[in-house]
């Protein structure tokens, strides 16, 4: 009897444990059969090889890369460097088909203009190259960035105040967020005042007068008949009286002396 007892526990901790693996591979089922959800970025990307460029792309240590921000507000159809080595800005490094959208970024490649080592009398301090940029928005009005710092930022931001563009960005030199604004709109007050007024042009201008070049009307020469003039004859009488000594009848003289055949001869 206690074999027969001892064999029927012994099967029913079988049908337990049997139980138990059965329970435990439903729940490992159920765990995995559920579907991940998993957060989806809605931001566009940011890399260098998805976004349009300023310029064409180049490789090397003398070439600039910087990542711009158009925060103008407007769309850009023209973008150039100048150096102040040069006299005119060079081409436009943007297609004029494809705008700089506002808002929209992009990554600048300027390879700089190649110039020969300048230096101050005997030190060996170079030359600092400086740089112009020069932007054309769609409505053609344009705006000057001066003295872009190139060496100092990987990205910058361009932005508008009034007619003033000025790039704000974190220099590399001190680590500080920095702004242009300021020495934009002092350099744009500085252009002001040097340049003539519309009034003062008006005024200079009438000191001067260009001269006009006339061509004398040609006249038919007029012929005019000569008048003759009789000519007089104007006696004039003499103005002194015969004396006693000559008389104008006999030519003799008051002693009795007679001309005769031009000689003199007394009676």
């Not at 700089?112 to 005997?122: A, H, I, L, N």
């Not at 361009?158 to 030199?173: F, G, Q, W």
């Not at 340049?195 to 042009?201: L, Q």
């Not at 000191?207 to 009789?230: G, K, S």
């Amino acid at each position: 009897m206690k074999k027969i007892l001892g064999t029927m526990a012994f099967i029913a901790a079988l049908v337990l444990a049997g139980c138990g693996k059965v329970t435990t591979a439903a729940n490992n089922t159920q765990t995995t059969t559920q579907p991940a959800t998993k957060a989806v970025a809605t931001e566009p990307t940011t890399s260098e090889d998805k976004m349009k460029l300023i310029g064409d792309k180049a490789t090397g240590d003398s070439v600039y890369i910087i990542v711009i921000d158009n925060k103008t507000g407007k769309d850009i159809k023209g973008f150039t460097v100048k150096a102040d080595t040069e006299e005119e800005y060079p081409a436009n490094m943007i297609d004029e088909a494809d705008l700089y959208a506002k808002n929209e970024r992009r990554t600048l490649y300027y390879v700089p203009v190649k110039t020969s080592d300048v230096t101050y009398g005997d030190t060996d301090e170079i030359a600092t190259q400086e740089y112009t940029v020069k932007i054309t928005f769609s409505d053609n009005k344009e705006a000057e960035l001066h003295q872009f710092p190139f060496g100092d930022l990987d990205h910058a931001e361009i932005l508008m105040d009034k007619d003033v563009a000025y790039i704000e960005y974190t220099s590399k030199l001190t680590d500080k967020k920095t702004s242009t604004k300021e020495a934009e709109k002092m350099i744009a007050e500085t252009a002001k005042t040097e340049e003539p007024t519309e009034a003062a042009s008006e005024i200079d201008n009438s000191y001067y007068e260009e001269p006009v070049y006339t061509q004398p009307a040609y006249q038919e020469p007029v012929y005019t008949e000569p008048v003759y003039v009789e000519p007089t004859t104007v006696y004039i009488a003499p103005t002194e009286a015969p004396t006693e000594a000559q008389d104008p009848n006999g030519g003799c003289v008051g002693n009795g002396g007679c001309l005769n055949g031009g000689g003199l001869f007394n009676e």
